[in-house]
């Protein structure tokens, strides 16, 4: 019944008008309202980052004062939900704890969840934005068997972030500006890309009028797939399963074997056919992290020869395969000290600003309908029923 364009994986539809981010590919460029990401990362911080996606404009110094007031005022995660956190085993993947404790927000944050009103809607942004680093750090804290560090407001967001997860009572913990600076910029250059799974997801889930807490859960676990936010993870898993210079020739042979599942992580993306610009500035705030905390990591040298051998390869070079934003940030936050089960839960924490300035951006918009996709049926015909004595 009626007609539609059958298009899987979304090729080629265009979902929603949205005034956040743009995108060329071809160039590779990313804007965020007009900014370019090369400029965000190097001049501004995260904070004014989240004000510029939510409220179009980089803030006033003025305006500064009063978002940052504004989302620090959240930090602080129910007493309560400390419990659910002790109720998963401490081997879960922290993925699967901020599924379940993102999830339950709205179990607990009952004035904020009606989407029809203005004061709601804003108060549940920055409870959000505000509380998924405190939740993200509670899940390592769990895993690690610490205790839970309570967040602090004196601090900025990506400090603040360190703190609680690297700190513990016993001593007394010196966050270094150089880490708090590239935790920052990591936030900063994974703040939004338009309609991605997870942002689709969550405007999907969004577009039956569920709450902006259950909306942000979906984009949680649409991220977590290696194809998108799970990226991150893959690669550093990927470069160390290589090890060394000599092996590359031969996963290289393997991503171009259509019979071996094995793809390059950190490579390739639906929308860049050309060198991913947040990439780019990975790169080099990997070289500067590792130079300024005096690291040597032999990953980084087997990161860049395996690129200049991919890119020197005509299946690469064909089918305009560069390095995306995950390739380098592994690196990165393998040297301010992440475990590696812990590199997609980053990405959720530093995309959830986009998912919920998308989000209001969504409901906000007059006219809005719930998304509802066709598809094209390929079970049976009509057929007649049999009753349970008659079959087989
Ligand atoms: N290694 C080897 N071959 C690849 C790769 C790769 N990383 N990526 C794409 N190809 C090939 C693919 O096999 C296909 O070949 P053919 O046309 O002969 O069938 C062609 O390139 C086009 O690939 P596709 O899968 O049709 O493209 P897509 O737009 O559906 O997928 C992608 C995009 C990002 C899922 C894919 O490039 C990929 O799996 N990359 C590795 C995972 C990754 O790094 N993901 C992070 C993306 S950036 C961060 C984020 O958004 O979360």
Redesign the pocket.
Known sequence: TGHFTYDP?F?STGSCESGLTYIDGDVGQLLHRGYSIEDLAEKSDFMEVCHLLLNGELPTPKEKEKFVHDVTYHTMLHEQLANFYRGFRRDAHPMAIMCGVVGGLSAFYHDSTDIHDEHQRMVASFRLIAKMPTIAAMAYKYSVGQPFNYPRNDLSYAENFLYMMFAVPAEEYVISPTVARAMDRIFILHAD?EQ??STSTVRLAGSSGANPFACIAAGVAS?WG????G?NE??LNMLQQIGHKDNIPEFIER??D?DDPF????????VYKNY?PRAKVMQKSCHEVLEELNLDDPLLELAMELEKLALSDP??VE?K?FP????YSGIVLKALGFPTSMFTVL?AVARTVGWVAQWKEMIEEPGQKIGRPRQLYTGPTARDYVPLEKRG
């Open positions: 994986g090729t890309h991605n799974a991220l290696p194809a998108h936010g990226a893959a690669v991503a171009k259509k793809r390059l992580m950190g490579f390739g993306h639906r991913d299946y690469f089918k395969l995306n934003v995950d390739f990405f």
